[in-house]
C-alpha cells in the first residue's frame, strides 16, 4: 500500500477534512513538480490562484521539473492517500472528498506513477549489458551458463534479423528489375513490329494445331529475333504473336 512505514503513519494522522491550506499547499507541490522553471513555476500558481510568496517559491524550488518529463517523486501524506485511493479503484469524487485534491492532480500524480513504473519495468540495454556481465562472472556455473544462452540467443536473433533484412532488400531489387525488363521486353517488341502493338482482331494459332515444320520456323525465327525459345515444348504465347505480327503483308501493317 504505502512504499515505507513513514508513510503509512503520517496517512494514519492525515484528517480526511485537510484545511484549506493544507489543500493550497498540497496543490502547489503537484503544480511545481510539473512546471519546468522557477518562472513557470510562479506562473502557473499565479494562474491557480495559489500563494507565490517567498516562503513558499523557496519550499518548491526543489520540486521544479527541470527536465520537461513527467517524474515520480516520494509523495507527501496527503499524496500518498490520494494514490492509494486510486489504486484501490475508489471514485475521484472520494479521493477529492478526502485529500483536497482536484481531479487533475489526481490524474497527474497517477500518469507520474504510472511513467515511472513503466520506466523502472523496461531495462535499458546498458542494463541488459550489464546484467549479463554480472552472470558471466557469477561463481554459480548455471548462472554463467544462462548468461552464455541468452548471448548465443540474441546473436542468433540478430542473425536473422539481418538476414531477412537482406533477403527482404534482394526480393524487392529483383521485383524491380523484372519490372524493367518487362517493359524493355515490351519497348522491344513494339521496336520489332514497327511500334504498333499487336493486333487483337485476329488470334494466332494455337501451337498445338500447327505442323513441326511451322513450330520449327517460329522457333527459329524467334531465336534468330532475341526471343528466348526452347527446341521442345509449347512455344510462348508472345513469340507466336510477334511471329504473326511479322509476317503480316505490308499494307495490312501501313494501315
Known amino acids: 500500500m504505502f512504499a515505507d512505514w513513514q ?6 494522522s492525515l484528517p480526511l477534512d485537510p484545511s484549506p491550506d493544507q489543500q493550497l499547499a498540497a496543490a502547489a507541490r503537484v503544480t511545481a513538480r510539473h512546471a519546468h522553471g522557477k518562472a513557470d513555476l510562479t506562473l502557473l500558481l499565479d494562474n491557480l490562484g495559489l500563494p507565490t ?3 513558499t517559491l523557496t519550499t518548491l524550488f526543489p520540486l521544479l521539473n527541470q527536465t520537461g518529463e513527467p517524474r515520480m517523486t516520494t509523495p507527501n501524506a496527503i499524496e500518498a492517500v490520494a494514490l492509494s485511493m486510486y489504486n484501490d479503484d475508489t471514485p475521484a469524487a472520494q479521493i477529492t472528498e478526502a485529500t483536497g485534491l482536484t481531479e487533475d492532480q489526481i490524474t497527474a500524480l497517477a500518469d507520474a506513477q504510472d511513467h515511472q513504473t513503466a ?7 546498458s542494463d541488459v549489458e550489464q546484467l549479463l556481465a554480472w552472470a558471466e562472472d557469477h561463481t554459480t556455473a ?7 544462452r541468452i548471448r548465443r540467443e540474441l546473436a542468433g536473433l540478430a542473425e536473422r534479423r539481418d538476414t531477412e533484412n537482406a533477403q527482404r532488400k534482394a526480393e524487392e531489387r529483383v521485383a524491380k528489375l523484372q519490372a524493367e525488363l518487362e517493359k524493355a521486353q515490351q519497348k522491344l517488341r513494339a521496336v520489332k513490329t514497327g ?5 487483337t482482331a485476329a488470334a494466332p494459332v494455337a501451337a498445338a494445331k500447327r505442323s513441326k515444320e511451322q513450330q520449327d520456323e517460329i522457333r527459329a525465327w524467334g531465336r534468330a529475333n532475341g526471343y528466348q525459345v526452347a527446341a521442345h515444348g509449347k512455344i510462348p504465347k508472345n513469340v507466336v504473336e510477334a511471329y504473326e505480327a511479322a509476317q503480316q503483308p505490308p499494307t495490312a501493317a501501313a494501315s
Open 7 to 12: 508513510q503509512a503513519l503520517e496517512a494514519e
Open 53 to 55: 510568496d517567498d516562503d
Open 119 to 125: 520506466a523502472d519495468a523496461v531495462p535499458a540495454a
Open 142 to 148: 548455471v548462472i554463467r551458463n544462462k548468461a552464455a
Open 195 to 199: 511500334g504498333r502493338p499487336a493486333t
